[in-house]
């Protein structure tokens, strides 16, 4: 399926052009099922046509989810390690049964093709609001793996985008509907009576890398796995994607990501948020404490419910409702289609509708993480007004909103 | 904390990559404890741009550039603004003063942008525009016409992210290349929905008219549509 009505046409009258030109030949028209559709499988002018950027560990499992999803037409794949985008090429043209997917080293190349509807991105995070952007401003819906951003300021703008150009953008955590039913259903059920906060346990923050130089592959593009961060040599453990936070894989270092804090931290808070069903605001205190040296925040929300991270004596995702005292219960809301966040992504690009994980409802979630990381790096409180997206009476938490990026690249 | 501190600093000198950045820490540990005590911050603050005026290695005066990102005041400028023509430094330089709230930033950020080469004009570019430089929105429209697209197109971007009504003026007016048509959309359409939202639907209604008009892409067709579409609510 094509959004794009120009495309749809385009697609159908080569199909039908193709086959009155074989018939006036005498050739016989023999037109293969996979073209037609087949069972469950749309025929290829009404699939949605995708490509993937970033394909890495997280792009990889992204990229088989939907190259098996038989609504998807995959074409296109881009990642700046040669070898990595070479074993990506090869998976999709032995699913596709021909050697048609296009590899891109520049996700802007991918973007500008006017064929692909929708993109998924897994780069690492200090990538994502810039390629989130792009692909808005040219027409693609967009699945990007958490956490979608690595600035405050850039949450903003990846939601102004997603709107001013009417896209399907969804964020990419599948545990904050799938992991915690056991905790959402009793807060949304009313059981556990009116709730009063929700602790998480997550962490821990980035760190400055200052790794030595190595010999970089000379398969790998290391100005473009850069991007906007600041420059630094190359060295393997610095641009690794395991999953670890404590040093040797880019999710340790803070230029770029928020470590823990944003990693699981977009999990877990996105779970948390919802269970408690604040996710469509922000927090407007942000309480530092201080038990004996043991540090940990207060999040405190504009209806009074409070999520607090790391709090002593609490475990993760632990909740503290009013037993005894009545609620109304409320619908929980699910997936659009059956086959878990990345079928309900597809379903809302048909569609057009907001999918589970909407983009700003998990920038929501990532502004925890990061207005968590400003208070803890400042080791003070702040108090957040959403509306300006700018802290009150703290021009030095301020600073922190945002950082520059490193040229030309620009959100 | 003093005697850290001072090694700290005297670790700069020599700091490269590969180097524990433990050793620097105590910067970062003194910008939390300096918070409240003027005096001291000022002390750090003009310790720190000292450095920035030695033959310190490139990762010691990025290193000092995140400090004075978070303490750096005007003071910090002068230092700063020479850096931004150094083709190793001008990003970390911007990185400093895009985020230090005062005037002369915007001046020496505008000064510096017929000095530098086309790469680094556009990351200055982007700075004037992350900082809403009211300023800067004359220079950025002259670089509207700049026979480097990609100059042009991030002049377009930056005065998107200005999104004062000088700044959308300066876009209505602007003449869309081929590569620079869909930036000037994009920040047109970024102007017309700060001037929707302030209730002037006449402005906005305005823009949405010129992005239309400019045979732009689908994707900015159908946005600067609805636009107008939300101008007749």
């Not at chain 1, 991105?121 to 200090?126: G, K, L, Q, V, Y």
């Not at chain 1, 100005?223 to 880019?250: H, I, Q, V």
Request: hydrophobic content about 40%; aromatic content about 6%.
């Amino acid at each position: 399926m094509n959004p794009n009505p120009e495309h749809q046409s385009t697609r159908r009258d080569f199909l039908k052009t193709t086959g009155a030109a074989a018939a006036a030949l005498g050739f016989p028209t023999i037109i293969p099922a996979s073209a037609l559709g087949q069972g469950d499988k749309p025929a290829p002018s009404n699939r949605i046509v995708m490509g993937g950027i970033g394909l890495g560990n997280m792009g990889s499992g992204d990229l088989g989810n939907f190259l098996n999803n038989p609504l998807v037409q995959y074409v296109a794949v881009c990642e700046v390690r040669g070898n990595v985008l070479n074993e990506r090429k090869n998976q999709v043209d032995g699913k596709n049964g021909n050697k048609d997917c296009k590899a891109y080293v520049d996700f802007r190349e991918l973007l500008a093709r006017e064929d692909i509807d929708a993109v998924h991105i897994a780069t690492p995070d200090h990538w994502h609001a810039i390629q989130i952007i792009e692909a808005c401003r040219a027409g693609k819906d967009v699945f990007c793996q958490k956490p979608e951003t690595r600035t405050l300021r850039e949450g903003k703008l990846v939601v102004e985008a997603a709107r001013r150009y009417g896209r399907v953008v969804s964020g990419g955590s599948q545990r904050v509907l799938e992991d915690y039913r056991k905790l959402v259903n009793p807060c949304w059920s009313g059981e556990l009576g009116p709730i009063k906060s929700i602790n998480v346990a997550v962490g821990p923050l980035s760190q400055q890398c200052n790794l030595p130089p190595e010999n970089c592959p000379a398969d790998m593009n290391w100005e473009m796995w850069l991007g906007p961060a600041p420059w630094a040599p190359y060295n393997s453990k610095r641009c690794d994607g395991n999953f670890g936070t404590g040093g040797g894989s880019w999710r340790s270092y803070s230029d770029y990501s928020g470590g823990g804090m944003t990693d699981w931290g977009a999990h877990h808070f996105g779970g948390a948020t919802f269970a408690v069903d604040v996710r469509e605001l922000q927090p407007a205190e942000v309480t530092l404490n201080d038990e004996g040296g043991k540090k940990w925040i207060s999040f405190k929300y504009p209806n009074g419910i409070e999520l607090t991270h790391n709090r002593p004596g609490r475990g993760n995702m632990q909740v503290e409702g009013t037993p005894g005292e009545k609620r109304e219960a409320k619908k929980i809301p699910e997936y659009a289609a059956k086959g878990g966040i990345g079928a309900d992504f597809l379903e809302c690009v048909k569609t057009r509708g907001k999918p589970f994980r909407d983009i700003e409802l998990a920038v929501n979630t990532v502004v925890v993480c990061h207005l968590g990381i400003i208070a803890y790096t400042l080791g003070r409180s702040l108090k957040w007004d959403a509306a300006k997206q700018q802290f009150t009476g703290d021009d030095e938490a301020n600073r922190f909103i945002d950082q520059a990026r490193r040229e030309p690249w620009q959100l | 904390m003093s005697e850290q501190l001072d090694k700290a600093i005297e670790a700069l000198k020599t700091y490269d990559w590969g180097i524990d950045p433990n050793v620097i820490r105590p910067i970062d540990e003194a910008i939390i404890t300096t918070h409240a005590d003027a005096a001291a911050r000022k002390d750090l603050e003009t310790r720190l741009i000292a450095v920035l005026k030695t033959e310190a290695p490139q990762a010691a005066k990025g290193a000092v550039c995140r400090a004075l990102k978070t303490i750096g005041t005007a003071a910090a400028v002068p230092a700063l603004a020479p850096l931004l023509a150094d083709e190793k430094l001008s990003h970390m330089a911007r990185f400093a003063l895009e985020r230090i709230p005062a005037p002369d930033v915007g001046q020496a950020l505008c000064n510096a942008l017929p000095k530098v080469a086309a790469k680094l004009k556009i990351g200055i570019i982007t700075s004037l525009g992350a900082r809403r430089e009211a300023t800067a929105v004359a220079p950025l429209q002259a670089l509207l016409a700049d026979s480097d697209p990609a100059i042009a197109a991030a002049a377009a971007h930056a005065l998107g992210d200005i999104r004062s009504l000088e700044a959308a003026k300066a876009l209505v007016v602007a003449k869309p290349g081929a590569g620079t048509k869909d930036a000037i959309a994009d920040a047109s359409m970024a102007c017309a929905e700060t001037l929707l939202t302030a209730g002037n639907k006449g402005a906005a209604k305005a823009t949405y008219e010129k992005v239309l008009a400019s045979t732009p892409s689908k994707a900015a067709k159908d946005a600067a549509t609805r636009g107008l579409q939300a101008c007749a609510k």
